[in-house]
């Protein structure tokens, strides 16, 4: 099951950074992730400094 970010993302950029396979862009307010490219490996919800990323 792909990966989820909460509207507690503050938009720093750890989380897309630390995608293994680029699954994570940036949205209109908040990052995004897309569940067609996500493996669920969770380094997303490992690097989040705010707990904003858990498994959807």
Do not use: L
């Amino acid at each position: 099951m792909a990966y989820v970010i909460s509207d507690a993302c503050v938009s720093c950029g750890t989380c897309a950074d630390g995608c293994p396979v680029g699954a994570i862009s940036q949205g209109d307010s908040q990052y995004n992730i897309d569940a067609n490219v996500c493996v669920s490996c969770g380094a997303c919800a490992g690097s989040c400094p705010t707990g904003a990323i858990a498994e959807g």
